[in-house]
C-alpha cells in the first residue's frame, strides 16, 4: 500500500505562506513545541490564503460576509524543537462558490521533515444571517471582468488520499438546502 502523506520536497515546492522560527515560549513540558502551536501555525496559513483571495476586513466590511470554519483534521508527523525553522504551505483540493477544502503543511525546515498537516473546510457565511452564502466573487454582478477566483499557487490539486470520496460537494449541498 502506498502512503499518502506527501513528501517533504513535494510540500516544499508550494507557496511558503508562513515563515518563523520556534520560540522558546513555544516550548511544553515535554522540551518540543506544543501542539497549540502547530494548530497556530497551520491556522495562520489558512488565514494567509484567505487574504490573498481578498476575504480581509475590508471585504467583511464592505460585504457583511466572512468566514467560519467547518471541519479541522490536525495531524502531527515529527515533533519541533525551540529553535528550528518552519514554514507553512498551502494546496486547496476543492472549491466552490460557499465552500473551500483544503491542506495546510507545516516544514520544519531544520530537520527537513513534515511536522504535521491541517485538513480544513471553510464556508463564506453572511455574518448578519450568520447563514452560509455565495462569497461576492461568485456573484455575477459584482464579478470584475477577468477575475480570477484562485490565487497564485492555490489552484485546485487532488486530495492525498486518492479514492476517498469528498465530503465537500454533500457538504455544500447540505448547506445550501438549509
Do not use: W
Amino acid at each position: 500500500m502506498e502512503s499518502s502523506t506527501p513528501s517533504y520536497p513535494d510540500v516544499a515546492s508550494l507557496p511558503t505562506t508562513l515563515s518563523r522560527g520556534i520560540p522558546d515560549s513555544f516550548e511544553d513540558a515535554n522540551g518540543h513545541m506544543n501542539v497549540r502551536y502547530h494548530l497556530d501555525l497551520t491556522v495562520h496559513a489558512v488565514a494567509t490564503m484567505l487574504r490573498q483571495v481578498g476575504l480581509t476586513d475590508d471585504y467583511r466590511t464592505r460585504t457583511g460576509c466572512g468566514t467560519f470554519a467547518l471541519e479541522h483534521h490536525l495531524n502531527y508527523f515529527a515533533e519541533v524543537l525551540v529553535g528550528h525553522d518552519v514554514t507553512a504551505h498551502l494546496r486547496l483540493f476543492e472549491r466552490s462558490p460557499k465552500v473551500v477544502h483544503g491542506m495546510a503543511f507545516l516544514l520544519d525546515r531544520t530537520s527537513e521533515r513534515l511536522a504535521a498537516t491541517l485538513e480544513f473546510t471553510v464556508a463564506h457565511v453572511d455574518l448578519g444571517t450568520r447563514r452560509v452564502s455565495l462569497a461576492s466573487a461568485h456573484r455575477r454582478r459584482d464579478r470584475p471582468a477577468g477575475r480570477r477566483r484562485c490565487g497564485p499557487g492555490l489552484a485546485r490539486s487532488r486530495h492525498p488520499r486518492d479514492g476517498r470520496a469528498t465530503e465537500l460537494s454533500r457538504m455544500a449541498r447540505a448547506i445550501s438546502r438549509r
